[in-house]
């Protein structure tokens, strides 16, 4: 008698460590004297994209398909549609009986994986999930009355308060015990993945699972102190940089809560409460999955954005003409990642000083960031545009000059990203438009010429910001 097959289908949790459904696979397999296999799934959807956050997405597959195979595991690679990967994989794998994934939660995760079980349903192969992406699943914390929260601060007392899952057992060595060797299951699928990294041009250091463990440690080492004082100031390391990792599961979020818990003190506490803000824009997307591409506001769904590609196009290359504003553009083209203050700088300039559509911000950050998380990043542009739940008051308009002042009071940040403004004096980084023309020679940045004048008066960007939301009955 053939012994069943239990499979883990990877999706964004690339890592052994605290990996619940690699552990309830490997059970199941002990149980039932059955044998494991790895396997992902390269989506149509995602296949011809290799933009920046793509990129690192595929190359961070590769990199734990490497892992794999050093450990004398494998994992195969499916391609084509959902049901196309499926009926492949059930074809090739007669023995198949359970494939257990951890859960995500995003409109096209669930989508996704509906289709998956819809291929399936009448070959008696068990979908299971398990929870891993999360410190708590965006069904669990919720009001007295069952009903979803909608505001961060009563939600995330209750969150602080309940008790935090443990992490799964990480003893990979003994997944040799119950790993089967197979023959690739799609040839198609492997060329395809060949492919697509074939396309992808970045090289990015540090990749994978070891790499987010070491960073990890740094982190909790080195600035997890400080984070309370640090984190807002761009110019100087007071942040994990462990997005990039959570946000394709080399990392595990959980493990990251353990870690910071027993480090204590308010550096930690304040950490804490950013994981905190990851669960409640989860939460949010999965009860209100429409506020994907709608305002979760529904009084401002009728918002007349503005519709401008040359000004879209100058926010997206950091060329409005303000510093701030444009070093934060510029370290998220060139590196793929931007600070969290500057992300909220960024996001309230295209809105409310440009006026355009927040989706269009959404759209870019999610091509670009490689700590991209869908929930989040809707959450934060949402927040800023002042149409999502919890969001900034639409009156509050950050001025770019002031959180400049703020946040790079000396201009290292800026110089760092916009050259241009390299040998711009301290009295004018902020401001460069204001320059006598005889310190624009010393510095040999014409402004207009060097350097865009802004694009944009502030003040009374502002005023029209405010009306704009004003008409629609606030």
Request: aromatic share 14%.
């Amino acid at each position: 008698m053939t012994k069943p097959t239990f499979a883990v289908w990877f999706r964004n949790d690339f890592r052994f460590h605290d990996h619940p459904a690699l552990e309830a696979a490997w059970e199941a397999a002990e149980e039932q004297d059955g044998s494991m296999m790895f396997f992902f799934h390269l989506h149509p959807d995602f296949q011809h994209n290799t933009d920046t956050s793509n990129d690192y997405f595929f190359q961070t597959v590769s990199s734990f398909k490497e892992q794999c195979e050093e450990a004398g595991l494998q994992l195969h690679i499916l391609s084509g549609t959902v049901e196309e990967a499926f009926k492949t994989l059930q074809e090739r794998t007669s023995s198949l009986k359970e494939i257990f994934y951890i859960e995500d939660y995003t409109p096209f995760s669930r989508e996704r994986d509906k289709e998956a079980f819809r291929t399936l349903k009448e070959t008696g192969v068990r979908f299971t999930g398990t929870p891993g992406s999360y410190i708590h699943e965006p069904d669990e914390i919720v009001k007295h009355d069952d009903t979803p929260y909608k505001v961060y601060t009563p939600f995330s007392r209750k969150w602080l308060q309940e008790d935090k899952p443990a992490e799964a057992d990480d003893h990979h060595d003994r997944f040799h015990n119950r790993y089967h060797p197979h023959q690739s299951l799609s040839a198609n699928g492997e060329q395809a993945f060949r492919q697509v990294l074939s396309n992808c041009s970045r090289k990015w250091k540090a990749l994978g699972e070891a790499a987010a463990l070491e960073r990890l440690g740094e982190f909790m080492d080195d600035r997890i102190e400080y984070y309370d004082r640090e984190r807002d100031r761009p110019s100087v390391a007071g942040t994990s940089r462990l997005s990039p990792y959570i946000r394709t599961g080399a990392l595990s979020v959980r493990r990251i809560y353990h870690a910071a818990a027993d480090k204590g003190g308010q550096g930690a506490e304040t950490f804490i409460k950013e994981l905190a803000w990851r669960d409640f824009y989860a939460m949010i997307m999965y009860h209100f999955p429409e506020t994907a591409d709608k305002e979760f506001q529904e009084k401002f769904r009728s918002l007349e954005w503005v519709t401008s590609k040359s000004d879209l196009k100058a926010w997206q290359e950091g060329r409005t003409g303000f510093p701030i504003v444009d070093a934060g553009m510029r370290q998220l083209n060139e590196t793929g990642w931007m600070h969290n203050r500057l992300r909220m700088i960024t996001a309230s300039f295209l809105t409310k000083d440009y006026h355009i559509d927040w989706r269009e911000g959404d759209a870019y950050f999610a091509d670009k960031l490689i700590d991209h998380d869908p929930a989040s990043n809707v959450g934060g542009w949402q927040w800023a545009a002042s149409t999502g739940t919890d969001a900034v008051p639409y009156f509050r308009v950050f001025s770019p000059v002031r959180q400049s002042e703020r946040f790079d009071p000396d201009g290292a940040f800026i110089r760092r990203y916009v050259k241009e403004l390299e040998n711009v004096p301290d009295k004018w980084i902020h401001e460069p438009h204001k320059m006598p023309e005889e310190e624009q020679k010393k510095a040999a940045c014409i402004i207009g010429k060097d350097y865009p004048e802004p694009t944009v008066d502030h003040k009374l960007e502002r005023k029209k910001a405010i009306e704009m939301y004003q008409d629609k009955g606030e």
